[in-house]
């Protein structure tokens, strides 16, 4: 297991957003990670990432206790994010931005090598055309992938995507599944917070569902769609539980 997280716990005055929640991830697969608005999909990512802290409960990366590193330690370990709202540097260039994300990755690479690295990640994400563009001359899709190669920069071995097709319309929805499955195919582990059920359903090697801060169900997409805990707090439909699957 890359990531595991046993009896994760994190209020917020009274209110549990994360409560006793146990995960174990596997090295080079996908992890999505669904629920209702409001059942802890984000604090859970933000107790990964180290911007939170867990009340109790512990947090493992390669079997080491990383519950009490801070956010830098572990992006230098390997882990990395995008977040939900998109927020690059818009007075610089998609190139500009991706050397940031470079310069903090956990390999001390000289100027020469960390912009092989950032050239390769542009290419790879699909932004080659707009790599003088302004940040803030980008549209929504473009944006994204920016967002994408800044974490993918960092050289990453786990990389948590939050949202990445929001506000995507299909065709965008599609080319962005084809770059996550690709950064699958090159041994990066991906924990993925997603509203397009389908998409998450399309690509997820395991599914974990939060409702109201708990766990209350994990395993393949078919058995998540077909699960009448998850139809009755999430999915509300078994009709259209087997429709994202590809059932009819």
Same mark, same amino acid.
């Given at each position: 297991?890359?990531?595991?997280?046993?009896?994760?716990?994190?209020?917020?005055?009274? *209110?549990?957003?994360?409560?006793?929640?146990? !995960?174990?991830?596997?090295?080079?697969? =996908?992890?999505?990670?669904?629920?209702?608005?409001?059942?802890?999909? &984000? &604090?859970? !990512? #933000?107790?990964? +990432?180290?911007? /939170?802290?867990?009340?109790?409960?512990? *947090?493992?990366?390669?079997?080491?206790?990383?519950?009490?590193?801070?956010?830098?330690?572990?992006?230098?370990?390997?882990?990395?994010?995008?977040?939900?709202?998109?927020?690059?540097?818009?007075?610089?260039? @998609?190139? %500009? #931005? @991706?050397?940031?994300?470079?310069?903090?990755?956990?390999?001390?690479? #000289?100027?020469?090598?960390?912009?092989?690295?950032?050239?390769? @990640?542009?290419? !790879? @994400?699909?932004?080659?055309?707009?790599?003088?563009?302004?940040?803030?001359? *980008?549209?929504?899709? !473009?944006?994204?992938?920016?967002?994408?190669?800044?974490?993918?920069?960092? %050289?990453?071995?786990?990389?948590?995507?939050?949202?990445?097709?929001?506000?995507? #319309?299909?065709?965008?929805?599609? +080319?962005?599944?084809? =770059?996550?499955?690709?950064?699958?195919?090159?041994? =990066?582990?991906?924990?993925?917070? %997603?509203?397009?059920?389908?998409?998450?359903?399309?690509?997820?090697?395991?599914?974990?569902?939060?409702? +109201?801060?708990?766990?209350?169900?994990?395993?393949?997409?078919?058995?998540?769609?077909?699960?009448?805990?998850?139809?009755?707090? /999430?999915?509300?439909?078994?009709? *259209?539980?087997?429709?994202?699957?590809?059932?009819?």
């Amino acid at each position: 297991m890359i990531l595991k997280g046993t009896n994760l716990k994190l209020s917020f005055g009274g *209110l549990v957003a994360v409560k006793n929640v146990s !995960f174990e991830i596997k090295e080079k697969s =996908i992890f999505g990670i669904i629920g209702p608005n409001g059942a802890g999909k &984000t &604090t859970l !990512f #933000n107790i990964i +990432s180290g911007v /939170y802290r867990p009340e109790t409960g512990t *947090l493992y990366y390669k079997d080491k206790d990383i519950t009490k590193l801070p956010t830098y330690k572990r992006a230098r370990l390997g882990i990395a994010r995008t977040h939900q709202i998109v927020k690059p540097l818009g007075e610089l260039t @998609v190139i %500009e #931005n @991706v050397m940031v994300g470079a310069c903090f990755g956990k390999k001390n690479y #000289n100027l020469k090598q960390a912009q092989k690295v950032v050239l390769d @990640v542009i290419n !790879f @994400v699909g932004l080659s055309t707009k790599m003088f563009t302004l940040a803030n001359q *980008l549209n929504v899709a !473009f944006k994204k992938r920016l967002e994408l190669a800044r974490a993918l920069a960092n %050289e990453p071995e786990i990389v948590l995507l939050d949202e990445v097709l929001a506000g995507l #319309n299909p065709k965008e929805v599609d +080319s962005m599944l084809e =770059i996550i499955l690709k950064i699958k195919q090159n041994g =990066i582990t991906i924990i993925m917070i %997603e509203h397009l059920m389908h998409a998450t359903m399309k690509i997820s090697d395991l599914i974990m569902v939060l409702d +109201s801060g708990e766990k209350i169900a994990q395993g393949t997409p078919s058995e998540i769609s077909n699960n009448q805990k998850v139809i009755e707090a /999430y999915l509300g439909d078994p009709k *259209l539980a087997l429709q994202l699957v590809g059932e009819k």
